[in-house]
Each structure stands twice: as C-alpha cells, then as structure tokens.
C-alpha cells in the first residue's frame, strides 16, 4: 500500500536551515509529481510546493519562494524540502503528498519549530 | 490567489442526521482540460487530512456512500447523508486549478 514517511522536523532558530525528507512505498515514485504542504498549529492547509517526475517543473508558493527549495532523488523513493533563513512563521507541521493536485496520500507529518 | 470560503465554520450534528457544507472559490474552477480540480478533506484531531472527495463528485476508494460532493464553476457542496460518530473533525474544500492551489479555512463538526 502507499505510504509516505516524513523525517527532518525539529526546533531550529530564526534564520536558521533544515531539510526536510519524505520517503515513498507502495508505488511507482518516479511516476507521480509529489507535494509539500504545511499547517501552522491550530491553523488551516497550506500548498507550498510541487515537483515533477522528472523534476522538470517546481513551483512555489510566494510565502516561500526563494528560501526553499523542493527536490528528489527517484533512486532512493524520497523527496526533499530545503529550508533556509527559516521565521517563527515558518513554525508548523509539513506533510508531503502525492500529486500538486491530487493529494490523494499523505505523509503523517513532521513538526518544525521555529523559535529562539 | 483564490480565495475558497467555506460555511458554516462550525456544524454541531445529530447522529444520524444530515449535514452539508458549502465551499465557495473566488474564480471559476474550470481547468485547461475541462475538468473541476476540487477536492474535499477529512481531518480528525491529531491525524493527516484524508482525502474524500475529488473532481467535484469522486468518491475516493474506502469512503462510506453517505459522503457525496456536488457543485460547478464556483459553488461546491458536500453531503453527508446520515452523520455517524467516525464523521467528527475538520472539513476542507481545496481547489487544484489555479496556483498556489488554495484550501478552504475548513469546517469543524461535532455531535450535539
């Protein structure tokens, strides 16, 4: 069955980089464009960003642009968000998903804090 | 951006009972090829959203028949025709059209 592993949260300071990781199971990896997503805590959905297959096309939310950057590696099944010059408004749990717009597999999630 | 609204915000239910949510988009959901990327989210406390519903109308694989979508263009509805104790959480509408694809600010419901 698919599944979806998130790992890379954890406390980091303003300004800081983190990298987060998702590793996939249960389908063709390659196949599929996949997502990241965020939830501040008590908050709603937010899309962030996607990536191709092929890692053709990347795309951004503007509330991140510039500071992350979305990537994968089919070889080993995962998929990557790069972090920098994080904020205490970056603060949330991030989900990766299969598909921009599909999302029809989720990931449970990894808690990133941003605090001094 | 698109602006998806949702209402009610908050929907306390009757076991048994139906209950329905509206989402609204500020511009036409209609993609290059025809079709409505809607989706609709199922979230329970503590737990990744589920999805439920997508392209307006499709039940994902595994979701009861009591759940059904509805809508066009940019009035979307889902259905819950008799609510069960399982259907307690936050609901979200999301459209996949226009990027940054948007989510709803979601819909808690709860039993009475």
């Known amino acids: 069955q698919v599944q979806l592993v998130e790992s890379g949260g954890g406390l980091v300071k303003p300004g800081g980089s983190l990298r987060l990781s998702c590793t996939a199971s249960g389908f063709t990896f390659s196949d599929y464009y996949m997502s990241w997503i965020r939830q501040a805590p008590g908050k709603g959905l937010e899309s962030l960003s996607y990536?191709?297959?092929?890692?053709?096309?990347?795309n951004y939310a503007d509330s991140v642009k510039g500071r992350f950057t979305i990537s994968r590696d089919n070889a080993k099944n995962s998929l990557y968000l790069q972090m920098n010059s994080l904020r205490a408004e970056d603060t949330a749990v991030y989900y990766c998903s299969r598909g921009p717009r599909r999302l029809d597999y989720w990931g449970q999630g990894t808690l990133i804090t941003v605090s001094s | 951006d698109v602006v998806m609204t949702q209402s009610p915000l908050s929907l306390p239910v009757t076991l048994g009972q139906p209950a329905s949510i509206s989402c609204r988009s500020s511009q036409s959901l209609v993609y290059s090829d025809g079709d409505i990327y809607l989706n609709w989210f199922h979230q329970r406390p503590g737990q990744s959203p589920r999805r439920l519903i997508y392209?307006?109308?499709n039940r994902d694989s595994g979701v009861p028949d009591r759940f059904s979508g509805s809508g066009s263009g940019t009035d979307f509805t889902l259905k819950i025709s008799r609510v069960e104790a399982e259907d307690v959480g936050v609901y979200y509408c999301?459209?996949?059209?226009?990027?940054?694809?948007?989510f709803g600010p979601g819909t808690k419901v709860d039993i009475k």
């Open positions: 392209k307006v109308s």
């Open positions: 999301m459209q996949g059209t226009h990027w940054p694809f948007t």
């Open positions: 990536i191709s297959g092929r890692s053709t096309d990347t």
